[in-house]
């Protein structure tokens, strides 16, 4: 089984820009498609993108062209690099497989980021 720790977040203004960090445990790291998702205060978590094994990407549409996600298989880490942030992007990030299952993978702590001026 996987697990994930997140890093990366903070306080940031809007227009900012901040990278998060996925890294995860596990010698078949490689072999899973990885989601970022967020919580915002309030609301139900969502996926706001995902890459599979092979290196393609889908993004949520709020966070297309704003939002790039990529992976370092070798450090068995994720990364989410965000651009051009919103007060709308404040949440808790998460990082999880894609498709997940509420049995099999865990939630980690997450990491907070606040956008706000």
């Known amino acids: 089984q996987v697990q994930f720790v997140e890093s990366g977040g903070g306080l940031v203004q809007p227009g900012g820009s901040l990278r998060l960090s996925c890294a995860a445990s596990g010698s078949i790291f490689s072999l899973y498609a990885i989601g970022w998702y967020r919580q915002a205060p309030g609301k139900q978590r969502e996926l706001v993108a995902r890459i599979n094994s092979g290196g393609s990407t889908n993004y949520a549409q709020s966070v297309k062209g704003r939002f790039t996600i990529s992976r370092d298989n070798t450090k068995n880490t994720v990364y989410l690099q965000m651009n051009s942030l919103k007060p709308e992007d404040t949440a808790v990030y998460y990082c999880?497989?894609?498709?997940?299952?509420?049995?099999?993978?865990?939630w980690g702590q997450g990491t907070l980021v606040t956008v706000s001026s």
């Open positions: 999880n497989p894609y498709p997940r299952s509420d049995t099999l993978n865990a």
